[in-house]
Each structure stands twice: as C-alpha cells, then as structure tokens.
C-alpha cells in the first residue's frame, strides 16, 4: 500500500473542477507510469505523469490535469502471485509518486485494472516476460485480456515481417505456449468446480484466448501492407495453437456444453458460449 509520503489523493477532497474537465476537454488523456524498484528497501515507487493531446481548437498546452483513478496492483515475476492486491490510486495532478512498501521482489505492475479510466496506457520498460505472466497470471480478467491481445499483437507482427521477407516462420515462443496453457488449466479448472458464476467472465477469457483480427492487426503494420503474409501469420500461429492444445480445447468445448436446451440470454450465458465457440473454431 501507499506509504504516508505518498502522494495520494483523498477521494472525498478532489477538485470538483477537475472532475468537470473530462466533459470540457476534448481527446482522450494519455498516462505514462514508470517503475523504480528499490532492492535494499524493498520499495516501488510510481512515477505517473498525464497529458491530453492537442485537439482542435484545444491546444495541449491549454489543457489541465483529470481526474484519473488507477487501480493498481502487483504481481510476483515468476509465479504471477499477487503481492499486493488491487488499490485505487487517484491521479490528480500533471506528475505524481505513489509508493508501495515491503515488495519483496521487483514486481510486474498490473495498473488500469477493471479498466478504471478511459486513458491510454504506457507502462515504461513493460518486457514481453512481464506482458506473458499478466496474461497467464493476472487475476483482473480486463488486464489479463490487455496483456494477451498486446504480446498476441507483438508476435504476429513479427511473423509478418518473417513472412514478407521469405523466411520460415518460427515456433511459437515456449513462454507463450506455457501462458496459453495456463490460462485453458485455469478455465477448465474454473468451469468443472461450477465457478463460471462468481470466477472470471467467461466472455473476457475468451477474448484473451482469441488471435486478433486482421482488421485491427493491419494498424499496428508497417507500409505499404502485405495482406498474403499477415494472413499466413495469423494461420500459422491458429494452427499451432490448435495443434498443441486440441486435447484442451475438446475438453472446455464439451465441459461448456449447456445444461438446457431452452436460450437463455444473461452476461454469463452469453460468455459461456463465446467461450465454447472460441474452442469449437480451434
């Protein structure tokens, strides 16, 4: 948690005026959180910093600080543990420090959870390790879908650029598959103890588990766009997935099965049956 010189926000003392800028403000803010660990004392400290791009009319200079309550928490490097739970941490100002005491290793930072403000988000130094244990191990089902969709996004670029240059494509990164892995354990695990209700929404895992489409994959490409190679990277990383997991994938599919044959339309029926039609797909 925040330590006493931490600079943290009261909830009940914001600035009424502050709050009113999302609606007098045009653009979405952007926040850059940087990390600093500190071994000998076992301190992480946050540096957060915001700003509003430019609009018309609305020059970035003119623009003031929101609002921006960042819940945060952190997560054992290795095995995804949760060293400290989930916290709000309200952003009030252009630049502040929030602290968090007896972190016992560096963690991964795991901010934005619930998708807490509509931001745009940068983690400073975020490592494709890091990225990987959010996806396998993150106990926020929004952050645990963000990582997955940036690290998914991450290596098909890279098939792509494999593919337009004529190489064969590599095999999928050990790390990768392990966290694939453990996400389908967790979700078979999850619906065989009957927990779908009260677990993780069954919908944002299967988000989690999706490749991303070649429409939205085609704004993260280099030009001029190479539509032959992005859609054999794609086929490539569908059919290894399928290959590898197809045990996993028959088991969830049928595990989701519905217990009646009369359509019932609820959050949770809805996620159970992305889910099962995500594994039907593989």
């Known amino acids: 948690m925040c330590d006493a010189n931490c600079e943290r926000a009261d909830a009940n003392n914001v600035d009424l005026s502050a709050m009113d800028r999302w609606y007098t403000q045009a653009g979405t803010p952007v926040v850059e959180v940087t990390p600093s660990y500190d071994e000998a004392t076992q301190r992480l400290t946050l540096d ?15 623009k003031r600080p929101v609002v921006i309550p960042l819940v945060t928490g952190l997560l054992h490097p290795l095995t995804g543990e949760e060293l400290h739970a989930s916290k709000l941490l309200l952003l009030t100002e252009q630049s502040q420090q929030f602290v968090f005491e007896n972190v016992p290793v560096q963690p991964v930072v795991s901010t934005l959870r619930e998708f807490s403000a ?36 991450k290596l098909l670029v890279d098939y792509v650029a494999q593919s337009s240059s004529g190489d064969s494509l590599a095999p999928l990164p050990d790390r990768f598959v392990d966290a694939i892995a453990t996400i389908l ?3 078979i695990q999850q619906v065989q ?16 588990l999706s490749i991303p489409d070649e429409m939205t994959l085609l704004t993260q490409l280099p030009l001029p766009l190479n539509i032959d190679a992005l859609h054999h990277a794609r086929g490539h990383m569908r059919l290894a997935l399928a290959t590898r997991f197809q045990r996993e994938w028959e088991q969830l599919y049928h595990l ?8 019932v339309f609820s959050p949770a029926e809805v996620g159970r049956r992305k889910l099962r039609n995500l594994c039907l797909s593989f």
Do not use: I
């Not at 957060?48 to 003119?62: I, K, L, N, Y």
């Not at 931001?119 to 494709?128: E, P």
């Not at 103890?193 to 989690?208: R, V």
């Not at 989701?256 to 359509?263: C, D, R």
């Open 118 to 153: 509509p931001v745009h988000l940068t983690v400073t130094g975020q490592t494709d390790a890091e990225l990987v244990t959010m996806m396998a191990h993150d106990t926020d089902a929004f952050n645990q879908w963000d990582a997955g969709n940036r690290y998914f996004t």
């Open 256 to 263: 989701l099965a519905p217990t009646s044959s009369t359509y």
């Open 48 to 62: 957060v910093r915001q700003h509003t791009p430019s609009t018309p009319g609305q020059p970035a200079e003119d």
């Open 185 to 187: 354990q967790n979700a």
């Open 193 to 208: 103890s009957c927990a779908a209700d009260g677990g993780k929404d069954l919908s944002l895992l299967a988000y989690a």
